[in-house]
């Protein structure tokens, strides 16, 4: 019997089930690709005389890979011709689909912002976190991030961006914008968004972060303010503002609101696990678009994924 070599398939080794494989693998289960595709469906172009549009659920999985790898249009349609595991997800077959190129995908992300659809698909998908009782709405924790943009003058119009601003955190200043988040107390869950520019005092949008039915609001200092702590007078139906207790110039803070200040720090850092997601996992460090408007609509989208991407463990079985 002739002997058995390495080269005979039966001795093919598996190929390794790499960190993105099975990140798209999970994606692939909890985001809701039939929802939203029928939210963007009314606005998406239909088939007449001219070219034939891609399938919207193909250009859709390609917009999510985008905001997952921070591929730009190029280098996006350039991973579509190199990457299998990219054509595969998107549910394009290199040997008889044509790859859309940089302008397709660049224009299937204006339609989503000329229609404000990421801002849509972000309510859409902390209504149905509620539904599933995933996001109980029963206290909120704000903050805010800042997110760089470029502050180069080395542009075709010799000058930063109009809409972004400076501001000072410790002793370093910081230009961009700020992304202002209001999450659920237990899940962790982010259910509020506001985009403004990096010189917006934190404090200044607490307002529309909250969404009315919380019993405790939780914040850190840049939130405290003499009526918004936990020994404030307040109205019956005004939540328990959870805000730490700031030290007076040349006093030290009594045993008991260091305490205090400790217990509340503990509950707040939920609201980090979203900004982690987004800046480590997504990759999301630096805005990409000049003005506001833009980098809004792809946060609102971020955060959206964010919140599936926080609850994927629990939701795949139910999902899947």
Same mark, same amino acid.
């Given at each position: 019997?002739?002997?058995?070599?390495?080269?005979?398939?039966?001795?093919?080794?598996?190929?390794?089930?790499?960190?993105?494989?099975?990140?798209?693998?999970?994606?692939?289960?909890?985001?809701?690709?039939?929802?939203?595709?029928?939210?963007?469906?009314?606005?998406?172009?239909?088939?007449?005389?001219?070219?034939?549009?891609?399938?919207?659920?193909?250009?859709?999985?390609?917009?999510?890979?985008?905001?997952?790898?921070?591929?730009?249009?190029?280098?996006?349609?350039?991973?579509?011709?190199?990457?299998?595991?990219?054509?595969?997800?998107?549910?394009?077959?290199?040997?008889?689909?044509?790859?859309?190129?940089?302008?397709?995908?660049?224009?299937?992300?204006?339609?989503?912002?000329?229609?404000?659809?990421?801002?849509?698909?972000?309510?859409?998908?902390?209504?149905r976190l509620a539904q599933q009782g995933l996001l109980l709405r029963q206290g909120t924790i704000v903050d805010a991030t800042l997110i760089a943009a470029a502050p180069s003058t080395k542009n075709r119009q010799r000058k930063r961006d109009g809409e972004m601003s400076s501001t000072k955190k410790g002793n370093n200043y910081y230009f961009g914008l700020k992304a202002h988040i209001g999450v659920d107390a237990d899940s962790g869950l982010v259910h509020s968004l506001e985009i403004t520019?990096?010189?917006?005092?934190?404090?200044?949008?607490?307002?529309?972060?909250?969404?009315?039915?919380?019993?405790?609001?939780?914040?850190?200092?840049?939130?405290?303010?003499?009526?918004?702590?936990?020994?404030?007078?307040?109205?019956?139906?005004?939540?328990?503002? *959870?805000?730490?207790?700031? $030290?007076? +110039? @040349?006093?030290?803070?009594? #045993?008991?609101?260091?305490? %205090?200040?400790?217990? =509340? !720090?503990?509950?707040?850092?939920?609201?980090?696990?979203?900004?982690?997601?987004?800046?480590?996992?997504? *990759?999301?460090?630096?805005? $990409?678009? +000049? @003005?506001?408007?833009?980098? #809004?609509?792809?946060?609102? %989208?971020?955060?959206? =994924? !964010?919140?599936?991407?926080?609850?994927?463990?629990?939701?795949?079985?139910?999902?899947?």
């Amino acid at each position: 019997m002739k002997q058995l070599v390495l080269s005979i398939p039966l001795f093919i080794k598996k190929p390794k089930v790499t960190r993105r494989q099975k990140f798209l693998e999970e994606m692939e289960q909890v985001v809701p690709w039939v929802d939203w595709t029928n939210r963007i469906a009314p606005h998406y172009p239909v088939a007449g005389l001219g070219r034939k549009p891609f399938a919207l659920e193909a250009m859709l999985r390609i917009h999510m890979m985008q905001q997952w790898f921070g591929y730009s249009d190029p280098a996006m349609e350039e991973a579509l011709h190199d990457v299998p595991m990219l054509r595969e997800f998107a549910g394009l077959d290199a040997g008889e689909d044509v790859m859309p190129d940089e302008t397709t995908i660049l224009k299937f992300r204006h339609l989503l912002e000329r229609h404000h659809l990421a801002q849509s698909l972000f309510a859409e998908t902390t209504g149905r976190l509620a539904q599933q009782g995933l996001l109980l709405r029963q206290g909120t924790i704000v903050d805010a991030t800042l997110i760089a943009a470029a502050p180069s003058t080395k542009n075709r119009q010799r000058k930063r961006d109009g809409e972004m601003s400076s501001t000072k955190k410790g002793n370093n200043y910081y230009f961009g914008l700020k992304a202002h988040i209001g999450v659920d107390a237990d899940s962790g869950l982010v259910h509020s968004l506001e985009i403004t520019t990096a010189k917006v005092a934190d404090g200044n949008m607490i307002d529309a972060l909250v969404h009315g039915e919380e019993a405790i609001v939780l914040g850190d200092r840049a939130y405290t303010r003499n009526d918004r702590n936990l020994e404030a007078q307040r109205q019956p139906e005004e939540p328990v503002w *959870g805000m730490p207790f700031k $030290r007076k +110039r @040349g006093e030290e803070l009594p #045993a008991e609101h260091v305490v %205090l200040n400790r217990m =509340l !720090a503990s509950l707040r850092a939920k609201v980090e696990h979203p900004f982690r997601i987004v800046k480590r996992q997504f *990759g999301y460090t630096k805005v $990409r678009y +000049r @003005g506001l408007f833009k980098n #809004a609509q792809q946060l609102y %989208l971020l955060f959206a =994924l !964010a919140n599936l991407y926080h609850v994927r463990k629990v939701w795949m079985p139910t999902t899947g």
